[in-house]
């Protein structure tokens, strides 16, 4: 439901009448109804929630029939109501209007280049000084995979060695053990 929908209207109208207020001013209905809608237009565009606005709808109106009840209006006071009325509306709509009429100043365009930032540019030392550590750092990760590789053969080499060494320790472990079951002592006792 919108502000300014039927059903929103309808729902303010009924709560204004249930204060009972209309009742002493019934014969005037007709410039009540007009101050209701000039409400409304009043607070159509405030960026406020529904319900704000529907309180602050009920709440001027309210105050509007009392301050009506307690006037004796001339005839030249009634029109002078409904003038306002219709000023205060028309006003409303006029600024509404002209809020989305007139067209925003455009900014005026620079066309001319635009300075060079100093901090912006890399000087071409820095460049050079970059492209060396990179490339130290490439040869030192050959360097890194060369060195490996060498452990790699070292190791390669002394588990070759290490094999050999196992192949002739076994070897010499079994002469031992051969040569020492061959020999038989004999021991007499007198």
């Avoid at 209309?22 to 409304?40: A, E, K």
């Amino acid at each position: 439901m919108t502000f300014i929908s039927q059903d929103n209207q309808n729902l303010l109208w009924e709560l204004i009448a249930e204060s009972g207020l209309l009742h002493t001013v019934s014969d005037r209905i007709p410039m009540i109804q007009q101050q209701f809608q000039s409400r409304l237009m009043k607070f159509q565009y405030e960026s406020i929630s529904l319900t704000e606005k529907n309180k602050s709808v009920i709440r001027d109106m309210v105050q509007y029939i009392k301050e009506f009840q307690a006037k004796k209006d001339t005839s030249e006071s009634l029109q002078q109501e409904r003038m306002n009325a219709l000023q205060e509306s028309m006003h409303v709509h006029e600024n509404h209007f002209k809020q989305y009429a007139l067209p925003k100043k455009v900014e005026e365009i620079d066309f001319s280049d635009p300075k060079p930032d100093v901090n912006s540019y890399t000087p071409i030392q820095q460049v050079l000084n970059s492209q060396q550590i990179e490339r130290n750092s490439d040869n030192k990760l050959d360097t890194l995979i060369h060195d490996i590789e060498t452990m790699k053969n070292s190791i390669s080499t002394i588990q070759e060695q290490v094999k050999q060494i196992h192949i002739l320790l076994t070897e010499k472990t079994t002469d031992i053990e051969t040569s020492s079951a061959s020999t038989i002592t004999f021991t007499t006792t007198t």
